[in-house]
């Protein structure tokens, strides 16, 4: 058992900034819900969907970037699917529960993934270029 909690804090240790980008999606998706009057929800969607989440996946592609793991050509994609499903969970959902139209579904919002994706691709490639600047750097050293 102690074997297999120490596998799983390393996992979560290796992948934090992963952990912390979705536990600030979650906290964005949940206020949602909570924002106490209907004026602060321009505001609210100006701040975390195009600014707060696009940064937070520049900087974690970033990261990921300059490691190893293979998964770091997936982030970006992910990081997509998840503003188009903070859009949906918050906007969308909040409309369908507005008017009583359950049966009427509306589609999620696909452009809104590529305020995400584009700059998870950025930090993707910035962290590709400094990973390869860190390798030429160490190889001349030798």
């Known amino acids: ?25 979650l906290f964005i998706v949940g206020y949602f819900w909570f924002i106490p009057t ?21 900087v974690v592609n970033l990261v990921y970037g300059m490691r ?17 499903l903070g859009g949906f969970l918050s906007f969308q959902l909040a409309n369908i529960v507005a008017n009583g139209k359950w049966n009427t579904w509306n589609t999620p919002d696909l452009e809104m993934g590529l305020y995400s994706f584009v700059p998870a691709l950025q930090g993707l490639v910035i962290g590709l270029v400094i ?11 030798k």
């Open 1 to 25: 058992m102690r074997d297999f909690l120490q596998r799983c804090f390393n996992v979560i240790w290796s992948n934090i900034f992963l952990a912390i980008y979705i536990a600030i999606w």
């Open 38 to 58: 209907n004026s602060a929800a321009f505001g609210y969607a100006v701040l975390s969907f195009y600014l707060i989440l696009p940064v937070c996946a520049l």
């Open 68 to 84: 190893e793991d293979s998964i770091k050509y997936y982030l970006p994609f992910f990081f997509g699917v998840m503003e188009i």
């Open 131 to 141: 990973r390869w600047i860190r390798r030429r750097m160490a190889v001349k050293k």
